[in-house]
DNA sequence: CCCATATCCGACATAATTTATCGGATTTAA
DNA sequence: TTAAATCCGATAAATTATGTCGGATATGGG
């Protein structure tokens, strides 16, 4: 039932690039790029982990990235218009209560489970739940 | 996010004793106990682990079980009383969405981690959906 | 009384998944 | 040209989930 690593190094990601978007909006100085190697140390997250999960919500939209030297990422989406949901999918794969619901795991016992089409609601109550909790919900802890 | 097999496993039994249940309410016979082997080899799961798995049930009074020859299990409780949050909790230990919420485990990055006290919220409402759900409902399917 | 068939339970083996690391390529500013 | 960064395929290590084994206890039937 819990999320993984993943996710959770996503979130205290994330949460700390929001923070320092927000501490910074006072200054006049830029919000400037964040490097994977700033999260990881002051987060004390695994550096090649930390850095392979950026790279993931970079593709998948979230953040923005710059390469080179001087490069990083940057939070540019509306985090309220991000779902916890779409986090986890992005990191996890499809969310489902039991792998048979995933098509692409074809599970041994389907023949004989009786529980596939009942778990199918509870599963989308579940979604629905995770949809509709934004990612600033989350991070700004509102 | 998956339930695991345990879980899977318990719902499939449980709904299966519930069927047969119900069918032998008609009949004048008394509703008979279901013997583990029985389970396993009518859902075609795993003898050694469906038998663990209804003696947790029993250990926690979800069943009653009978010993001996000719014994075995039956649903006593009322399944709209119990939860799926129970059977979840019961098979799989206490809920949480990250380790550092269950208090037995100690995160090694508890002292950096930003996202322990937004995620409780969330936490908390994922608990009470599945408390809000009745075995009942998964099983029969309402 | 003995045997077959149950539940019960500790310990262990295996499999699968998650988590973390390595190696090297590319990009870019100083 | 070099240093610091993103990028990405492959793989190693650790952890967890799943499944199995061995033997104890209980109980009804022959």
Redesign the interface.
């Known amino acids: 039932?819990?999320?993984n690593r993943r996710v959770?190094y996503a979130?205290?990601a994330l949460?700390?690039m929001d923070?320092q978007k927000k501490s910074s909006e006072n200054s006049t100085t830029a919000p400037g790029l964040i490097s994977a190697k700033k999260i990881a140390d002051?987060?004390?997250?695994p550096y090649e982990l930390t850095a392979r999960i950026m790279q993931t919500l970079s593709q998948k939209d979230f953040i923005d990235s710059i390469q080179g030297q001087q490069g990083g990422y940057r939070i540019q989406k509306d985090l309220s218009k991000i779902s916890?949901f779409d986090l986890?999918e992005a990191l996890?794969g499809p969310?489902?209560?039991?792998?048979c619901q995933d098509k692409e795991h074809q599970c041994?016992?389907s023949?004989?489970?009786?529980?596939l089409?009942?778990?199918e609601?509870?599963n989308q109550?579940?979604q629905k739940?995770y949809q509709n909790?934004s990612l600033l919900e989350?991070?700004?802890?509102i």
Chains 1, 2 share one sequence.
Not at 42 to 45: C, D, G, I, R, V
Not at 95 to 99: D, F
Not at 138 to 141: G, L, Q, S, T
């Open positions: 039932m819990q999320l959770e979130l205290m949460k700390f923070d002051t987060l004390k997250t916890v986890i996890e969310m489902a209560l039991v792998k041994s016992i023949s004989t489970c009786n529980i089409h009942p778990l609601k509870l109550r579940v739940l909790t989350v991070i700004r802890d």
